[in-house]
């Protein structure tokens, strides 16, 4: 089938480029040894998880214990959850999937969380596997003062018999708002220092530090160094890519995923409505730094048009240009701002070559939030 005659919103992933996106993060790993951990709250499909593995990744990041759940049940076996996990009920939900053979670590930031794992693990014949998260300027969670993390060191190991602490990780989220390739630069070198001084500190303190994890797409879309001491880099967007990432890309060419809408009004000399909205693409804009770009999404067949607005199920674009060249009933391809959250409103993709549909997956991390 040709792809551009699906009915619509659907969403499109180009096989070709999104196969070249996860070869170029696998090579930069390779040349830098350190291990490809890739975060798959991007597409949260599993057959695109062991196409990231296939190549060489050492296993795959997740943000919620649901994803992992379902990363596991198509065999996924090597999952690190990059969020601190509370909650008694996802605590047995771990513990679980730990049972039926799954390496799974997941993140940890304070003496507070720690004893809730404790209390959880407790008797379950397993030990809770975690990673620090160190804050790095991003302004999320993670641990600031090196003080507090002595003094969870030092809960762990004299009160929390049932917890391992096996690294420390680490997310330069604020990249994405770096005004230049200069200060994202200077961003991941610094984020890169105060995750390794973190490890130093545990290692001082008795621990073994197997992991040191770092990273964010638009930091590692760049020839930025890695340093010594590093294990390990988390990227997520860069298997789809989208409009913000092209920014900092400098080019379109690496956006894999778009959907495909169809004009349905053109009411004005220079509006014209697509059917799909907020619902399809996302509200979600990025106006500030490396990652800034126009507008709610690119249309790809004419990259210097940009969506205006989004109400629910409409798209509005004001471009004369474009209202010439369209008529009702034609079809176009949106580049969304941010695919990450665009994935998660859809229920599957369709995997095209050569403008044919070759394979169509279920997005199965769809909706999977606790």
């Known amino acids: ?75 996924l076996r090597d999952i690190f959850i990059a969020n601190e996990i509370v909650g008694e009920a996802k605590f047995r939900r771990i513990i679980k999937l730990m049972e039926s053979g799954v390496h ?17 693990f407790r008797d379950s014949g397993h030990k809770a596997q975690t990673i620090v998260e160190i804050e790095v300027g991003e302004n999320r969670s993670g641990m600031i003062e090196e003080t ?18 096996t690294g420390v990780f680490s997310h330069d989220g604020s990249s994405y708002n770096a005004k230049d390739l200069a200060e994202c630069r200077q961003i991941h070198l610094d984020a890169q220092v105060r995750t390794l001084r973190f490890a130093q500190i545990a290692r001082t303190m008795g621990f073994e530090m197997e992991t040191v994890s770092i990273g964010s797409t638009p930091s590692l879309l760049q020839d930025f160094p890695i340093l010594e001491g590093v294990t390990e880099i988390r990227p997520g967007t860069y298997a789809l890519m989208d409009a913000s990432m ?32 907020a619902k399809g693409i996302t509200m ?21 048009v940009h969506i205006f607005d989004v109400f629910d199920e409409h798209a509005i674009i004001y471009s004369k240009k474009f209202r010439d060249a369209v008529r009702v ?29 070759v394979e169509v997956c279920p997005i199965a991390g769809r909706g999977r939030l606790r």
């Not at 996106?21 to 040894?33: H, K, P, T």
């Not at 979600?284 to 210097?304: H, L, N, S, W, Y």
């Not at 969304?336 to 994935?343: L, T």
């Open 1 to 75: 089938m040709r792809y551009m005659q699906l009915d619509t919103p659907s969403v499109i992933i180009d096989r070709e480029i999104m196969m070249s996106n996860l070869d170029r993060m696998q090579s930069y790993a390779d040349s830098r040894q350190v291990a490809l951990r890739p975060h798959t709250k991007t597409h949260k499909i599993p057959q695109i998880a062991r196409m990231q593995e296939l190549r060489g990744a050492r296993g795959i990041t997740v943000a919620k214990v649901g994803e992992a759940e379902v990363m596991a049940e198509h065999g």
């Open 104 to 120: 799974l670590t997941f993140g940890l930031d304070s003496v507070e969380q720690a004893a809730l794992i404790q209390n959880a």
């Open 148 to 165: 507090e993390f002595r003094d969870l060191l030092n809960y762990v190991r004299t009160q929390a018999p049932d917890i391992a602490i």
């Open 246 to 277: 092209a920014s900092v890309h400098g080019s379109l060419d690496m956006c894999a995923a778009t959907v495909l809408a169809t004009v349905i009004s053109r009411p004005t000399s220079e509006r014209v409505i697509l059917d799909v909205g």
């Open 284 to 304: 979600q804009t990025r106006r500030v730094g490396i990652t800034a770009v126009e507008g709610m999404g690119i249309i790809k067949q004419f990259p210097d």
């Open 329 to 357: 009933g034609d079809k176009v391809e949106i580049i969304p701002v941010h695919v990450c959250p665009m994935m998660n409103l859809h229920e599957e993709v369709y995997m095209v070559s050569n403008g044919e549909v």
